[in-house]
């Protein structure tokens, strides 16, 4: 299903965005495979790339379980939280991953495979989620904190936003396919 609904929303950006132009990136690319600072493999499910500007997206079907939510113990719930959207004993999810991808370029040592990040000096790293629960408050400022204790930033900007070297990082924004589905149609 995980595969599925990432090809889903990669559709729909894709026509959201068309490429009407005949340079040879693309505006919108899906699975996208790059390397870190450690010459670790990942994944950038999907990444619009407006040359100076680029967003990253991470496609996430997992649901935050009930019993979780209800229990009383509060970091309980933070925990379940963190090993379905942050990090697990598996490796990076969702917030991870879009951490790690924005150091990699901040880092210039990944710029993309064709160097397509090379003028980039703003990204928005984005989660596209299918558990529509993560659209209430709250789960924005919690993704937020856990994205830059993972990303460590330089310093920060006025208007609210990182740096990491040359790099304007903005913090995350969590979307339902709800969302994307409503954007699509206006």
């Not at 924005?140 to 330089?154: H, K, M, N």
Request: aromatic share 10%; charged share 25%.
């Amino acid at each position: 299903f995980g595969k599925t609904f990432e090809d889903y929303v990669c559709d729909i950006l894709k026509r959201m965005f068309p490429d009407l132009s005949q340079a040879p990136n693309k505006r919108i690319n899906c699975n996208i495979i790059g390397k870190d600072q450690d010459k670790q493999e990942f994944e950038v499910d999907v990444c619009l790339n407006d040359i100076t500007e680029v967003v990253f997206f991470e496609t996430k079907t997992g649901f935050i379980r009930e019993d979780k939510i209800l229990s009383d113990d509060e970091e309980l719930f933070l925990n379940h939280l963190r090993e379905k959207y942050v990090q697990s004993i598996h490796g990076n999810k969702a917030i991870g991953q879009l951490a790690r991808v924005v150091k990699a370029l901040a880092s210039r040592k990944w710029l993309g495979e064709n160097q397509e990040f090379s003028k980039a000096k703003k990204v928005y790293p984005v989660i596209v989620a299918h558990d529509a629960l993560l659209s209430a408050p709250g789960y924005g400022e919690f993704f937020a904190s856990e994205f830059l204790r993972l990303l460590a930033p330089d310093s920060s900007t006025p208007n609210g936003q990182f740096l990491m070297g040359n790099l304007e990082v903005a913090l995350p924004i969590i979307i339902t396919i709800d969302d994307l589905e409503n954007l699509e149609t206006s």
